[in-house]
């Protein structure tokens, strides 16, 4: 049976209102498979595969009144998403009010989100070896495990400490490290933009794992990072043909996370503006973060209006102070690179 909605009719006297129903929009049975592309980002199978995932926490014990299933809300958050357009207007499209819109974003997020350590980790095992040569592919940077960024991306500015989130690039500041194929490994949502790149790994347990627990490989950040024996970043003035050989490696390699975070945002168009608190901001981009990993692992193709191409490079900030040891250290390890490969 069509899905229907409640409307309130009031006639009569005493202000009696009648409840009537009216039909719910059915995209699944609707829209050919490149127009759930289109419209969703995703098709008939990967909608199921996600409303799967999600049903634990979404389910409603009975369909009283006509409650949502758990397909109907994937829905209406996969079509926010990617539209990034006011609640009104996604409701319209299901036919569903707008606060019902904004109860379904929230909870779909929130059960989206939950499901970020199952589907975003950094390589292990044999996935090292795998990483490392596909990075060699790209640019010819060897013993890669990872690229890492920040990106922002803009919210209407909350009502309290508002001018943590406003900065000359743009509110709130997202740290991702990503791989050769544009999976997302590692990510970090919850800096408002005023915060420097290089704090925000500081403060991550990313940092305090590979602190602790060097890695197998090293990750390439741009000048805005420090230089740390696992991190490598560009030499800032290049005074040999093998350090400058080193930069266009670098270079070439990690352009990979500015074209995942070009990607990432074409494909949810949400994450260009959001109308909403910081908390709801860092539900909304993690379930973003889920999805962009599922569509890139079942091989969603990205819609015509959805290219890949990278994000604009802004220059980088010089980077903040870390322990001097550590960027000895760094400059050790960045050396042998330079002797070895270059």
């Keep these: ?4 909605v409640p409307r309130y ?6 202000g009696y209102r009648q409840r009537v129903y009216v039909e719910r929009a059915q995209p699944l049975e609707q829209y050919t498979t490149e127009e759930l592309y289109a419209r969703f980002r995703f098709g008939n199978a990967d909608i199921k595969y996600i ?3 999600v049903r634990p926490k979404l389910q409603r014990r009975t369909r009283r009144s006509h409650s949502l299933s758990v397909e109907e809300q994937v829905l209406i958050g996969l079509r926010f998403y990617a539209s990034g357009t006011f609640y009104q207007v996604v409701g319209d ?3 569903v009010d707008k606060s019902t819109v904004n109860d379904v974003v929230k909870a779909v997020s929130i059960a989206l989100a939950s499901l970020v350590n199952q589907f975003v980790s ?3 095992d044999v996935q090292i070896a795998q990483t490392k040569h596909k990075f060699f592919l790209l640019g010819n940077m060897p013993n890669t495990i990872g690229v890492i960024d920040c990106t922002h991306v803009h919210i209407q500015a909350p009502h309290e400490r508002d001018w943590e989130f406003i900065n000359r690039k743009g509110p709130p500041n997202i740290q991702l490290v990503g791989d050769a194929d544009l999976i997302i490994t590692n990510c970090v949502v919850k800096w408002p933009g005023s915060v420097h790149d290089a704090r925000i790994l500081r403060e991550s347990a990313l940092y305090r794992e590979l602190q602790t627990n060097r890695p197998d490989g090293i990750i390439l950040g741009d000048s805005a990072y420090p230089l740390l024996p696992w991190l490598m970043t560009p ?3 290049a005074t040999t043909p093998a350090q400058a050989r080193f930069n266009t490696a670098h270079c070439k390699t990690r352009c990979a996370i500015e074209r995942l975070n070009g990607v990432l945002k074409r494909r949810f168009a949400c ?3 959001l109308r909403v608190e910081p908390q709801g901001a860092c539900n909304i981009i993690l379930a973003c973060v889920v999805l962009h990993n599922i569509a890139t692992r079942r091989n969603v193709p990205l819609c015509d209006d959805v290219y890949d191409a990278p994000e604009p490079v802004e220059e ?5 102070a870390f322990c001097q040891n550590e960027g000895l250290t760094g400059r050790i390890v960045r050396d042998a690179i330079v002797r070895h490969y270059f």
């Design 316 to 320: 980088p900030d010089q980077p903040l």
């Design 235 to 237: 030499f800032l003035a």
């Design 93 to 95: 499209n299901i036919g």
């Design 51 to 53: 409303a799967d995932l």
């Design 1 to 4: 049976m069509a899905g229907i």
């Design 122 to 124: 950094l390589p292990k």
């Design 9 to 14: 009719h009031r006639f009569g006297g005493r």
């Design 271 to 273: 994450l260009n503006y």
